[in-house]
């Protein structure tokens, strides 16, 4: 097999998520959570005037290493890594600052620092001294982790809305697998701000409750934060990136197509590269937003590519929807979930309220399969009917 053919690995992961800081706690609560647990902070702090169930991060987040790039997106960022740095010091000695790569998915970067640089009065609109728009930029993320690293390979941002966290993971796999880079940091984040809660209210799908997702109930998202990061290489590891689906709908800025057909064909794409039949799937970690739309359209993609019986669930109820993070928070749990050794799924936390209007999933919420989970897949749906597909296999 040629260097550029090599398969691709999911070798080390970070996490910090309202399920908790370290890889331990997340798994722990993911699979084992107290019972009537929920892991959602009811809060006003960033919808002055209405309380919201938000997926925060209630740890403390310690200072970045380079003080004008502490903004809190980059903190969650940093606390994720931190348990990796050794990993990385291995890496540049191995192959060289300049083979590593780093990918970062994110749509908030420093906007939570500029909102509150930000003020107004009857002289006019002024900023607080010391900062710098630069910290805003969706470049940000990634020249922080260059930076701090110290590594020089390729760089970037990736932002798609809800896809980034997983485009980043598919930007990787392509840098590898073209001999790019020897390995890449992969990462999704965004943290908490006024404008994502306040944009996504105004399009009335922000929920006053906890989200019910493909409930007849359901009535729309829990926004959350956090960061998730993968290193990536050829060596072989734990799980395996098998598969990348990716597609566009151009169907309507916001709105997913409700036939599902761009979802269906980001699946298919991920099946194919994998070289997996849609019955080897053992578990689909669902976009599952618990909007009408998204979980209609999703539905319907699931069972015309999977059937009606595939076990499916969404983990947002756990996490809050983290937008750009949210593709590789949630291949993170299929990470976690691909090194069990018992057959327990993630929860899908709702009311059991099966809506007649949905396509069947008879599998969905399902907690156990036949045995451990050897091939599962992850869905992430954005903006602009942009679709992406994760097949991650055991190795």
Known sequence: MSRAAAPVFLNHAGIICSLGSNLATVADNLFSPAPGKRFLSLTDAWSPGRILPLGLVADDVPATAIASENTRNNRLLAASLAPLLAVVEDLKSRHGHHRIGIVVGTS??????????????????????????ASQELSAPARFLARWLDISGPCWTQSSACTSGAKALASAERLLRLGVCDAVIAAGVDSLCQMTVAGFSSLLVTADSHCNPFSRNRCGI??????????????????????????????HISSPDPEGKGAANAMLQALAMAGTDPAQIDYINLHGTATAQNDAME?????????????????????????????????????????????????????????????????????????????????????????????????
């Not at 926004?223 to 169907?251: C, K, N």
Request: contains cysteine; negative net charge.
């Open 108 to 133: 908030t970067s420093g906007i939570a620092e500029g909102e509150a640089a930000l003020s107004c009065d009857s002289s006019g609109v002024h900023l607080a001294a010391g900062y710098h728009y």
């Open 222 to 251: 829990n926004i959350g934060e956090g960061s998730a990061v993968f290193v990536l290489s050829r060596e072989p590891g734990p799980v395996r990136l098998a598969g990348v689906g990716e597609s566009s709908d151009a169907y």
């Open 299 to 395: 539905a319907l993609a699931v069972n015309r590519v999977f059937g009606p019986d595939v076990a499916c669930g969404s983990t947002k109820p756990l996490t809050g929807h983290t937008l750009a993070a949210a593709g590789a928070i949630e291949a993170l749990i299929c990470w976690l979930l691909l090194q069990r050794t018992d057959s327990l799924l993630p929860p899908h936390l709702w009311d059991g309220a099966v809506d007649p209007e949905l396509a069947v999933l008879n599998g969905l919420a399902r907690r156990h399969g036949t045995a451990p989970a050897r091939t599962v897949m992850s869905n992430s749906f954005a903006f602009g009917g942009n679709n992406l597909s994760l097949v991650l296999s055991r190795e």
